[in-house]
Nanobody, 125 residues
Framework: VQLQASGGGSVQTGGSLRLSCAAS????????IGWFRQAPGKEREGISC????????DYAESVKGRFTVSRDDAKKTAYLQMNSLKPEDTAVYYC???????????????????WGQGTQVTVSS
């Protein structure tokens, strides 16, 4: 069972990055995928999720309108397109697989069965 997050890097304010979350070893299409981030000295926060089956998405207010989550079940991969990046988006970003239907309000760490290793995103001003 593995989730591999990738695509992080360093960009300037206003730039874009696309994170990927590749899965193996479990039925990817059954699970919702959540994206979390943790900035230095702060708690991990859920920022986006995409359900299984209906692929319904949800976003935290801090990223709504700038980030877009998607998934390709055939490739067992989820994506987080991040546009108009700000310095406050600097964090380690994680993907995780959880129950089929989630919203931002119901994204609890304990609900997620499988976690990726995290990828660093740094946004400079």
């Amino acid at each position: 069972v593995q989730l591999q997050a990738s695509g992080g890097g360093s960009v300037q304010t206003g730039g874009s990055l696309r994170l990927s979350c590749a899965a193996s070893g479990f039925p990817f299409d059954y699970y919702a995928i959540g994206w979390f981030r943790q900035a230095p000295g702060k708690e991990r926060e859920g920022i986006s999720c995409i359900n299984s089956i209906d692929h319904k998405t949800d976003y935290a207010e801090s990223v709504k309108g700038r980030f877009t989550v998607s998934r390709d079940d055939a490739k067992k991969t989820a994506y987080l397109q991040m546009n108009s990046l700000k310095p406050e988006d600097t964090a380690v970003y994680y993907c995780a697989a959880g129950p089929p239907f989630l919203t931002i309000a119901t994204m609890r760490d304990s609900f997620f069965n499988h976690w990726g290793q995290g990828t660093q995103v740094t946004v400079s001003s």
